[in-house]
């Protein structure tokens, strides 16, 4: 048993971290980690700060000490880990880190400090962070995750040990769901494959009754879209889901987060105090800007799969031979590849691209999908 049985896939950059952590290697003091959604990049990074705090001489990760358990469980006082569901990270909560960053440990061999979603600071709010990670105290271990070294800015990206995690193969991430989740292996081989690789899509789609097949439904309806007006509706009927699915689970924190702000503040009957109604308000505008979040990350989620499809449909054109990512829906697959061209399905997928980036981009994300959905109803004969 190990602090890294959870990084599957990725055997390179575990032994980067693990020869980091060695007495052998030398410790860099602020690390980047970096890969594709849901290749495990805070999954890696807690098993590296687990590493580092491991009470065993020499730290190994052992997985067993209270360290290692504490670290993995979020509870380790000299680990703190930030990952938000908002649109970005303030500057305030970077300033309350740097201050964080210069304590020394408490009880552990390092602070360390992991930072999940750290291309979601501004500019100014890396000014804020470049000192802390220029001239760290010597037993502070930053650790930023992000998508791609390019997501954070050059200042900070040259102070960093990049480790990239690359997307685990879908055979890797199925034997992760049988062991760790005990998932039946013909479930866990269907959901691995459908998620391409990301760990928790897979997970989702093999204990979530209905996942898969909503996401077949919905290859299908993408498959058999014909006209401008049938893409219209399409593209709103995506937007109503996206935002159903999103607000249940933002209401959830938000509400979560609203008793905790009353109860720590001894208020029993909601009536916040005047000199606490700003900060009351500021939970509010929060609970705004995640939902805005988390619609765009369910619309990017829904992409991607069209993405799948698309590929599917153009393997089939070219007759490559290479695995559908969707065999559930192949005749489907097999009719939209009868009736279109090669060529319509590479500018598909490149408008699937386009409309990613528009969305992320702040375009509204109606207008996006309905650009999209529109060139897809036009492409069949
Ligand atoms: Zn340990």
């Not at 105090?273 to 619309?299: G, M, N, S």
């Not at 005749?331 to 399905?345: F, K, P, Q, R, Y």
Request: charged share 25%; hydrophobic share 45%; glycine share 6%.
């Amino acid at each position: 048993m190990s602090v890294w049985d959870e990084v599957v896939g990725q055997e390179a950059a575990v032994a980067r971290f693990r020869r980091a952590a060695s007495p052998e290697g030398t410790l860099a003091q602020a690390w980047l980690i970096t890969g594709p959604p849901g290749s495990g990049r805070s999954t890696a990074a807690r098993a590296f700060a687990a590493t580092l705090e491991c009470e065993n001489d020499p730290p190994v990760g052992c997985g067993r000490c209270r360290a290692c358990v504490t670290v993995l469980a979020g509870t380790h006082p000299d680990v703190t880990v930030v990952a938000t569901d908002k649109l970005s990270i303030s500057k305030d909560e970077v300033r309350s880190l740097v201050l964080t960053a210069q304590r020394s440990p408490a009880t552990g061999r390092h602070r360390v400090i992991i930072v999940e979603d750290a291309d979601r600071m501004s500019a100014g709010t890396f000014n804020v962070l470049l000192k802390s990670i220029e001239e760290p105290p010597p037993l502070t271990v930053w650790m930023l995750c992000a998508p791609s070294a390019e997501d954070l800015a050059p200042t900070i990206r040259s102070r960093c040990h990049v480790v990239t995690l690359t997307i685990p193969p879908a055979e890797t991430v199925a034997e992760l769901l049988v062991r760790r989740d005990g998932v039946d292996p013909e479930v866990a081989g269907r959901s691995a494959r459908a998620a391409q690789g990301h760990i928790g899509l897979a997970l989702r789609y093999a204990t979530q009754p209905g996942a898969l097949e909503g996401r077949e439904r919905a290859a299908r309806t993408l498959l058999s879209l014909r006209g401008a007006g049938a893409a219209v509706l399409a593209a709103q009927a995506l937007v109503d889901q996206a935002t159903s699915e999103a607000k249940e689970h933002a209401d959830e924190v938000s509400a979560a987060e609203r008793e905790r702000f009353l109860r720590s503040a001894g208020i029993e009957d909601e009536k916040v105090p005047p000199a606490l109604r700003a900060q009351y308000r500021q939970l509010e505008e929060d609970a705004k800007r995640r939902q805005t979040r988390l619609v765009r990350d369910v619309l990017d989620r829904y992409l991607l799969d069209a993405h799948s499809v698309l590929r599917d449909v153009l393997t089939l054109q070219l007759d490559s031979g290479s695995a559908l990512v969707n065999p559930g829906v192949h005749d489907a697959l097999e009719e939209a590849a009868a009736t279109s061209e090669a060529g319509d399905s590479l500018r598909l997928l490149d408008a699937v691209g386009t409309a990613r980036a528009r969305i992320a981009g702040n375009v509204p994300p109606l207008l996006a999908l309905e650009a999209l959905l529109a060139q897809v109803a036009v492409s069949r004969r």
